[in-house]
């Protein structure tokens, strides 16, 4: 276990009644009341002044989590758009390819075009041509036919193959312009479909700026909130510190109390060597012996300053000797402790008292063998037990050298 810093003894008493004759005790003895009471008004203000920055720390804390959770929800949605934007990132590519081949594809049919018109009138210039050679002012020189045919059924023959050459050629002229009206409505088909793209792909590019910008607002909150984190955190370390300074002021409020608590108790039954009480039922063994050991929590080699007794919770803890309750409360580490002062330098220490298992109070005398608390698993604890210590002048002792 760890050493309890907070009642540590300073070297020399601040009043030495045994330097005093007894004519003049009742003074000292009314010096000594008046002192305790002054201290013990120090100690319920710094208590105060402790409770309230551990008040406040608590609210920074418990706002500083709302912050990291704040910050984690930003961080998860601006993620999300993030994706979002990669996603439509990815088919704004895709429709970009689109309408690069639309307007190549616009390119090939306007070619297309040219061509099948450029066929539609050559074919009508040919027509053209033959059609001035077989007709004079529109009307076809039947007299010609008749005269260069060797027989009325020559010139019938060489009538229809005129005609079926016009058909011929009237037919392949259609077909061509057939062919032109395919390839623009082709054209115009292709020219539909690139206007629809080119447009989708500006809806894309909108809806890709509208996440672009809500990223950048929630890039933006994330680092407002990382900064009031900072800020926080630094409110929670002066709270801390000035929780740390009460405590320390309070260890020296204990110190000097201790200090006119033993000096009350001397007068009365000091402690004056012998064997202590058993702090708890001899039936209970000894889990854990005073000496350096493997921390049982940190895993690490410590010093033991004490001996441990494993017991159920709820178990009676008993005074080891009269003395004077110097702390009853709750510790950093030991969880709820008490501290008796037996005089002449001899303290005597529970620890990891249950909730609420504390029955005694500071300041109040008690009696050797006096049920003081309950066993518990209360600070640093791995389970139930009663972590008991004796201390001299200041230093941890082997309690087995002072119990039955």
């Known amino acids: 276990m760890k050493k309890v810093a907070a009642y540590t003894l300073t070297a020399a008493l601040l009043v030495s009644l045994s ?9 000292t003895a009314s010096q000594i009341t008046k002192q305790i009471e002054e201290k013990n008004r120090e100690k319920a203000a710094s208590e105060q002044r402790a409770k309230e920055a551990a008040a406040e ?13 704040e910050k984690a929800q930003l961080e998860a949605e601006r993620d999300k758009l993030m994706a979002e934007i990669r996603e439509l990132s990815k088919e704004k590519e895709k429709t970009e390819a689109k309408v690069d081949e639309a307007e190549k594809q616009l390119k090939l049919t306007e070619q297309e075009l040219e061509e099948a018109i450029a066929q539609v009138e050559k074919q009508d210039e040919l027509m053209q041509k033959r059609t001035r050679l077989m007709y004079s002012n529109g009307v076809v020189s039947y007299l010609e036919v008749l005269l260069s045919a060797t027989s009325f059924s020559d010139f019938l023959d060489r009538f229809d193959s005129l005609q079926i050459i016009l058909q011929s050629d009237r037919e392949m002229l259609d077909s061509f312009k057939d062919a032109q009206q395919e390839v623009e409505d082709k054209k115009l088909q292709v020219e539909t479909q690139l206007a629809e793209l080119e447009a989708m792909y500006e809806d894309l590019k909108r809806e890709e700026q509208v996440l672009i910008n809500k990223e950048a607002e929630k890039e933006e909150l994330i680092t407002k909130l990382g900064k009031k984190y900072e800020e926080l955190h630094e409110l929670h370390e002066e709270l801390s510190e000035i929780t740390e300074e009460e405590e320390r002021n309070l260890v020296k409020i204990a110190s000097d109390l201790s200090k006119l608590y033993a000096e009350k108790k001397r007068l009365a ?5 012998g064997k202590l009480g058993m702090p708890i039922d001899s ?3 000894v889990t854990s012996n ?12 410590k010093a033991h300053n004490g001996t441990d007794f494993g017991a159920p919770s709820g178990t009676p803890i008993y005074a080891a000797e009269a003395g004077i309750v110097i702390v009853a409360k709750y510790t950093s580490g030991y969880g709820n402790t008490v501290i008796i002062d037996h005089g002449n330098g001899l303290w005597t220490l529970y620890a990891h008292i249950k909730n609420n298992g504390i029955l005694v109070k500071e300041g109040e005398e008690v009696k050797r063998g006096d049920k003081i608390a309950l066993v518990g698993s209360t600070g640093n604890s791995t389970g139930p037990h009663l972590h008991f210590e004796v201390r001299k002048n200041e230093v941890p002792v082997n309690p087995s050298n002072y119990l039955k």
Do not use: C, W
Not at 290 to 301: A, D, E, S
């Open 290 to 301: 005073f000496g350096m050991r493997i921390h049982p929590i940190t895993g690490k080699k």
């Open 19 to 27: 330097a005093l004759s007894p004519s003049s005790y009742a003074t």
């Open 283 to 285: 039936k209970y063994r």
């Open 269 to 273: 039954n000091p402690y004056s060597g």
């Open 57 to 69: 720390a608590a609210r920074v804390a418990k706002e500083q989590q709302q912050v990291t959770d």
